[in-house]
């Protein structure tokens, strides 16, 4: 690994406030200077291809024949008084139900087990301005759509020999074109969540006939497997249905489908539950690795800081798999240990100084 990238993210896991080209020059007592450390920063980009060459060796140490999945989902970082630009843009959140300005994340883990390691990820670039017809307003669109990096990166897994049975996503990658793609184009099986509002037939001859109706409208039981089709896409998936409590207490339904159609409901489930780590990873890279504590405000350093936070996520689940600490448990090893360093420091100043 780069000197550079070795040292910027081993800080980016230790340091809880800024990460600053300053604050790590301070760290190592002026050894680099800080702008040898903004040399790197906005020295050449780094991106997928540079992450997977940094990962590969650990990935084919770890990859399982059988077993493995391929997860992918992306997630927003809100950066609201960052100056906008492609990549620092307004997204629309679905968690929060209005458009927020940040980074919006694309990636592409692999789990085998418990060890769930990134192979790809994008940063949603909105690099075309366009003007609303209704607002009158300029605003950016993407030239490369969220789903078209979707099938790139599954692409781009199997060219890389990466080893899985499954691809697993949300509703919001549950569209005709990606189930088809890994159906015809991959010939992999895929488990998706998909929305209440989708049109189904119940048998070949309905969907012959155009009889579709609204899965919602479908008196499902928790635990159901149904074979069906989703208008406009010519195979049968297996519909398997999940109905579940909310913290507040409310009722939730899960409606996956998979082209697995041998595997119980009970077996595709389960083989879903693994796409959770995927959210742990997204929480982790947030508040462990240092995502959004940047202040550099050009696209390459913004770029290059991403990539170097997504190495010390990798460094965090590593060191999870040879210790029996999560994550968050390193980080807070890490600051506890420095809190003391720092505590015993004041004592013997006060000491020092005849403070007692």
Not at 150 to 176: C, E, H, P
Request: with cysteine; net charge positive.
């Amino acid at each position: 690994m780069d000197r550079m990238l070795d040292i910027y993210s081993d800080y980016l896991i230790a340091q809880n406030q800024y990460a600053t080209a300053v604050g790590l020059s301070d760290l190592l007592e002026g050894r680099i200077s800080h702008d040898k450390i903004t040399r790197f920063l906005n020295g050449k980009e780094s991106a997928s291809k540079e992450l997977w060459e940094h990962i590969k060796p650990e990935i084919r140490k770890i990859a399982q024949d059988v077993g493995g999945v391929l997860i992918l989902d992306d997630t927003i970082e809100e950066k609201a008084y960052t100056d906008e630009n492609e990549i620092m843009c307004w997204h629309y959140s679905h968690t929060k139900g209005r458009c927020v300005k940040g980074v919006n994340l694309l990636s592409c883990l692999v789990r085998y087990g418990d060890i769930a390691l990134p192979i790809a990820y994008e940063p949603i670039c909105k690099d075309v301005f366009f003007r609303d017809i209704t607002t009158k307003k300029v605003k950016r669109q993407a030239s490369v759509s969220k789903n078209q990096m979707f099938r790139s990166m599954i692409a781009q897994a199997m060219t890389n020999g990466v080893k899985f049975d499954y691809i697993l996503s949300d509703t919001w990658f549950g569209a005709k074109k990606n189930m088809e793609f890994i159906e015809y184009d991959m010939k992999k099986k895929f488990i998706n969540g998909i929305k209440a509002n989708r049109l189904i037939a119940l048998s070949e001859e309905e969907r012959k006939r155009g009889q579709y109706q609204n899965l919602n409208a479908l008196p499902l039981k928790d635990g159901d497997k149904r074979i069906v089709w989703l208008k406009d896409i010519s195979f049968p998936v297996a519909l398997i249905t999940k109905i579940f409590k909310n913290e507040d207490g409310s009722t939730g339904i899960l409606y996956l489908v998979t082209n697995d159609l041998e595997s119980s409901a009970d077996r595709i489930y389960e083989i879903y539950q693994k796409r959770w780590r995927i959210e742990e990873y997204h929480k982790s890279i947030k508040q462990n690795a240092s995502l959004a504590k940047s202040p550099t405000k050009v696209v390459r350093s913004q770029k290059n800081h991403i990539f170097a936070s997504i190495v010390a996520y990798c460094k965090l689940e590593l060191l999870r798999t040879k210790t029996s600490l999560s994550h968050f448990g390193i980080k807070y090893m890490l600051l506890m240990k420095a809190n003391r360093a720092a505590f015993l420091e004041l004592e013997r100043w006060k000491f020092n100084h005849g403070w007692f």
